[in-house]
């Protein structure tokens, strides 16, 4: 069965850091990049930046440098999102999502269910 | 501009058709793609390159694309299609990914 199943909710203090992993299944990972979407809640979708899975390279999102990185683990078909110095408007659900970068346009046909992070004090 | 700009809300009775419209800079380079994405769940890519359905989409989903304006089309809208819906392109530099603020759709 192709598909993502990400890590489970977590809860963080500002200024802790989250590692979220992103299992692929079902195909061949090093095929395809991955890409990280996050949505505050009620909000609507923001893309974090994207990792290539066969060669690792990556691209973040400009209001993210230097907090976020991805990396992928070819061995065991898993992703990883890692975000530091957490702040409150970080509190999201977290999606991997498969991305396609085939010709001129990208996009993501398959996506993981999501997980929550919560940063509270 | 590395922005997309979509309606926040639509409507549409039953069985009728509906248009929903995804408008930026971005769109003159590079087609919109569009998900749907139903309360509590994961987004679900409904059209890519500008008019292509992944397996499973009903063929009353369609793309269609114009200067710097992409729309995705319900033609027959069911009780099931309510959800919001977002569109979202590789931004003007192209080396980066930018979401439309997402437009809810209700069926009446």
């Known amino acids: 069965q192709v598909q993502l199943v990400q890590s489970g909710a977590e809860v963080k203090k500002p200024g802790a850091s989250v590692k979220v992993s992103c299992k692929a299944s079902?195909?061949?990972?090093?095929?395809?990049?991955i890409s990280w979407v996050r949505q505050a809640p009620g909000q609507g979708l923001e893309w974090m930046g994207w990792i290539s899975a066969d060669n690792g390279n990556t691209n973040y999102a400009q209001k993210l440098q230097g907090r976020v990185t991805m990396t992928t683990d070819t061995s065991t078909s898993t992703a990883y999102m890692e975000m530091r110095s957490l702040r409150s408007d970080d509190t999201a659900v977290y999606y991997c999502?498969?991305?396609?970068?085939?010709?001129?346009?990208?996009?993501?046909?398959?996506w993981g269910r999501g997980t929550l992070v919560t940063v509270s004090s | 501009s590395s922005e997309l700009t979509q309606d926040p809300a639509v409507s549409v009775a039953l069985g009728q058709t509906v248009r929903i419209t995804c408008q930026g800079d971005s769109l003159r380079n590079y087609y919109a793609t569009w998900y749907q994405q139903k309360p509590g769940q994961a987004p679900v890519l409904v059209i890519y390159d500008k008019n292509n359905r992944p397996s499973g989409i009903p063929d009353r989903f369609s793309g269609s694309s114009s200067g710097n304006t992409a729309s995705l089309t319900i033609t027959g809208a069911q009780a099931e299609d309510e959800a919001d819906y977002y569109c979202?392109?590789?931004?003007?530099?192209?080396?980066?990914?930018?979401f439309g603020g997402g437009t809810k759709l209700t069926v009446l």
């Open positions: 979202n392109s590789r931004d003007s530099s192209g080396y980066h990914v930018v």
């Open positions: 079902g195909y061949s990972f090093i095929s395809y990049g």
């Open positions: 999502a498969r991305h396609i970068a085939v010709g001129r346009d990208w996009y993501f046909d398959l």
